[in-house]
């Protein structure tokens, strides 16, 4: 097994910092918020904690666009208040990792400040510069490549224009971005989420993508996904840094990785975040059950067949919300736990995103202004002369990533007590509803029952078969129920979950019922969003 002893007993939990807790009342979360909200962490239950970019930036992209990589942003914190969140988690037996950006800086970094001075600056190579641009196109819309008026030529950005991206083939280079994995590491962090490593290694003769374009722009992500000189990258970055320390590393790798790819990864990292579960939808927006099935088998099993972990997750900062894509927020506690149940025990490591566990949905916004996030905003501009206002905000509330960006609601109190000041990113409307506050005092709480998730898989007499055993899909040709079954030598645990909001039945004996989300269960049969764990003892 990949990874340190207690990886596989872990529970993530992401945090976007700045949407978490405001401690000074200026309207954004910071570093000081996540330490006061730390004890809820402890009475969640998670213990591997995931704190998304806290770095200087100026913020085109959420904080993936860096400006200073070994620094706290002064509006987030100091470097002593991150010292002192990593010696309070570890106080707590929780661990934590940071995002490491490793494939572009900001384009105010100055690394890049000084590359643009000139075509014979010393670190021109620092980036990867072309006189003319070829048909690449950018994952946030339109060219992946941007005119420097400087120094005249373009450089290679494959998210915002603002992130231009870094030149891994230099090794001078590389060992910048070492020694900041370093850094951090020496500070105390247990581990990385790797931020779109996919990418590290590109088509360096940079010509033209003979896929298929749109005028003039082809969206061919493999001229800078998934490459093989990547993985020399990786293996480079392991034995000079990782190899030193008791530490995880978890790689982001969209650019539609498969197995194959995961298990050239894994040779040099512990576990790959894939994309496949993320929009397992039907054309009428409902959950593709059959397909959900078979993305989160193929991954689980296999990384099993090589005795590997996987995080398991079913959104993170970058998608919507659970409960808006494939919960029912009007029937929250149903779905919500359902979801819970599923993702809570699988095998590998569940990841929650913070205001999951409550059932945070998808903000309520009407106006245009309202979405702030850089792809929001490309979309906006793409589509304002072909689509009308209407149209795009259709589409900007199911998919865009303000979504995940929402300030935490903790309350009913004003800005759902995140802030004392109106937040730099408006709360949703339905914090009154939903909030911690009131799902603590609910012992039948969505959030109380993600505590009882927790405790089950980690801490209770099924914690060997629930984070080590087995798995296997319960095989159906339903279309709403999401089933599986974890076993080791003692006993088999069998999950049974229905997606959809009707009744529907299933064929399978029952055993002792562990866990109900509903109050009462009729054999063969699932209620709407009804999730039923059992137990037999072998
Ligand atoms: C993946 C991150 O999750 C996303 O938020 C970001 O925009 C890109 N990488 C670029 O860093």
Redo the contacts with the bound molecule.
Sequence with gaps: MTGPKWLATSVGYEIYPRSFYDSDGDGVGDIKGILEKIDYLSYLGVNLLWVGPFYPSPLD??G?DVSDFKNVDPRLGTLADIKQLIDECHRRDIRILFDY?M??TSDEHPWFIESRSSLDNKKRDYYIWSKKPNNWGSFFGGSAWNYDAQSGEYYLKI?SNKMPDINWSNPQLRQEMFDIAQFWLDLGVDGFRM??IAHLGKDMSLTHSRKKSEGGISYDWSKFSNREVLYDYLAELKSKVFDHFDMVSIG?VGGGAKLPDAYKYTKTIDMVFNFDAVWCLNKDGSVNVPQLREVINYWTQGMIKKKQLLPQYWQN??HPRLMSQYGNPAKPKASGKMLATILLFLYGVPFLYNGEEIGMTNADYQKLEDFRDVSSQNYIQMHQDSLSEADILAHLAKNSRDHGHLPMQWSNKKHAGFSQKTPYLKVNGNYKTVNVESQMADVDSLLNYYRTCIDLRINSQYSDVLTMGDFKLVETDSNEIFGYQRENKDMIITVLANMHDKTVSYQLGDDNLILNNLESHTPGQLDPYQSIVMVRQK
């Design positions: 992209d959420n993936y950006v494939n572009q998210f931020d779109a982001e900062h970058d």
